[in-house]
């Protein structure tokens, strides 16, 4: 699996990959759709997501508002709880071994994680019930925008990490998500295709050249 954006939120060449969120998630503490939340609800729920952290509950939130966002997955959207065990697996086998919440239209889903042995043989699943029983009392998000489903993540963490036995004490402070690639940078890149495209076409120049030098020294069929 390959890493994926900035700012917990995946880029559009992840649009080709099987599972989007398990390459962002083995990265980043948040997945947002790609119809992507505002700054201040990004911020919101990753706060949520450090203060459970300090609270001593690792947790990771993928945040599904329609069928794009599961990649070669669409079938599994609609069923919060289902994917969260098909991601589940697919970060553990990765070796991420923390808590995990998912976020859909229709409601929640979750995965506990668990421990490995110490010659990383064997694992050893935390319960989940107590996590599935809190995000069932949850009221499903309000709506399908991308910014009512990520501000339905922080109540989520907040269940979550409560059932867990790490309950997040207090006001979460809003975390600024990690600042996009600088204008200056795109222009560096654009400047290095540009000096690459240079490169190919003075080559395929020399070839050519090369081309009529040979022709020019090849005896005539006549001679």
Do not use: C
């Not at 880029?11 to 080709?16: G, I, M, N």
């Not at 609270?55 to 599994?76: C, M, N, W, Y």
Request: charge should be positive; proline fraction near 9%.
């Amino acid at each position: 699996m390959a890493a994926a954006t900035g700012a917990g939120s995946a880029t559009p060449a992840a649009l080709a990959d099987g599972d989007p969120a398990s390459d962002v998630l083995l990265y980043q503490p948040a997945f947002f759709p790609y119809a992507g939340p505002s700054t201040a609800a990004k911020g919101e729920l990753l706060g949520a997501v450090a203060a459970a952290k300090r609270a001593g509950f690792t947790v990771r939130v993928a945040v599904i508002a329609s069928k794009q966002d599961l990649g070669a997955d669409p079938e599994l959207f609609g069923q919060p709880r289902l994917y969260a065990r098909f991601l589940d697996a697919e970060l553990r086998s990765a070796r991420y071994l923390g808590a995990l919440v998912v976020v859909m239209p229709q409601g929640f889903g979750a995965a506990a994680g668990g421990t490995l042995n110490k010659a990383g043989t064997k694992f050893t699943p935390r319960p989940a019930g107590p996590l599935l029983r809190a995000l069932g009392r949850l009221r499903p998000p309000a709506g399908a925008d991308p910014d009512t489903l990520t501000r339905a993540g922080v109540a989520a963490v907040r269940a979550a990490a409560a059932a867990s036995g790490h309950p997040i004490r207090g006001k979460i402070v809003s975390v600024a998500p990690p600042a996009a690639a600088t204008p200056a940078s795109g222009s560096r890149s654009s400047r290095t295709l540009e000096v690459g495209a240079g490169l190919a076409v003075l080559a395929l120049a020399a070839v050519a050249m090369i081309g009529v030098g040979i022709r020019r020294s090849r005896p005539s069929e006549r001679s």
